[in-house]
């Protein structure tokens, strides 16, 4: 990689400093993601948590990586780290060098025409354990040779960058940068334990015990639809997840909102109409350069006709699905 980066170096900028000589010859490419991390997350503790590395380390390795190069790269708060003109200049070398190496992999990887290898998938918890875990068994019968990286994350990956193959998402407008299809809508209601229901079931919804979402994981329509029919004091749990909040109503907690293929698959009562106004698009997205690559190609086109016929009784849509070229 030491080439790669003196090669960056040498076309940025031909008439070189010895400060530019140094930073070719001893940077690796640790040392690059750690710059672009610090630089990313405007913080050593962010860096850190991005990293999956301790702070200790962190802030050992960049005072070590500013000492051999005799320059300051980031000024320090205690919350926060500020690139210097240094700084800049190492996170662009950074960024070209990242954008190089995964434009090459992309190619690269197009050109697979095996069925075999790992595929990277990311989704969400609902998604997960609903839907795509329960359809692998048939993926597997059907390729054996082809091993599946599940990431249950609401965080988005970034499939240019390849820390996912596919992303399969609620997402009403998916990147234009990524191609995929449209799998139809995911319906919502309420639901509840069939043993709560038989308890309270005389009660109208105002005025059961409710588990909702954190703050940070509420849709804007799902905050909406509480703060007109929940009151506070009716609250008795928040999850973070679709799958913690369904495991809390199975064991009689209270009701909660749920996609209804996820209410169904844990045998729970719907015991409201279904709300259009919290119905989501599920979009199953690649990058371009990947389509070709035949275990991608085989698992998208596998959870494409299998996804959207098990999305029909929950809300799906019978129509073909909207595509993404």
Not at 85 to 97: D, F, K, S, W
Not at 101 to 121: C, F, K, N, P, Y
Not at 302 to 321: D, F, I, N
Request: aromatic letters at 8%.
């Amino acid at each position: 990689m030491a080439s790669m980066i003196f090669f960056v170096c040498a076309i940025q900028n031909k008439q070189k400093t010895i400060f530019q000589l140094h930073f070719c010859n001893i940077m690796n490419w640790d040392d690059l993601r750690l710059i672009q991390a610090i630089g990313d997350a405007g913080s050593m503790a962010g860096a850190a948590r991005a990293l999956e590395l301790d702070y200790s380390t962190v802030f050992r390795r960049l005072n070590a990586l500013e000492k051999d190069l005799s320059t300051r790269l980031f000024e320090r708060t205690r919350t926060a780290c500020t690139a210097t003109l240094a700084g800049e200049r190492m996170l662009g070398a950074a960024t070209a060098v990242r954008e190089s190496v995964d434009s090459a992999l992309l190619e690269i990887a197009g050109q697979d025409a095996r069925l075999t290898g790992i595929i990277r998938v990311t989704t969400t918890p609902s998604l997960a354990q609903a839907l795509i875990i329960p359809l692998l068994g048939g993926f597997r019968e059907r390729f054996p040779g082809i091993r599946v990286e599940l990431h249950e994350s609401y965080a988005v990956f970034d499939l240019m960058h390849r820390e996912a193959d596919i992303a399969v998402r609620f997402t009403s407008k998916p990147p234009e940068t990524l191609v995929g299809t449209s799998l139809g809508t995911a319906g919502s209601a309420v639901f509840a334990a069939p043993d709560y229901w038989q308890k309270h079931g005389d009660r109208p919804l105002s005025e059961l015990d409710w588990i909702v979402p954190t703050e940070e994981s509420c849709s804007r329509g799902e905050r909406r639809w509480l703060q007109r029919n929940v009151a506070d004091d009716r609250i008795v749990m928040r999850a973070n997840t679709g799958p913690a909040a369904l495991v809390a109503v199975q064991n009689g907690l209270g009701v909660t909102i749920l996609v209804r293929y996820m209410g169904v698959a844990g045998g729970l009562r719907e015991i409201s109409q279904p709300l259009p106004e919290l119905d989501e698009q599920i979009w199953l997205l690649t990058h371009p350069n990947l389509r070709a690559v035949a275990r991608v190609r085989a698992f998208f086109e596998y959870m494409r006709e299998q996804l959207t016929v098990a999305l029909v009784p929950h809300g799906g849509s019978k129509k073909p699905p909207a595509e993404r070229q």
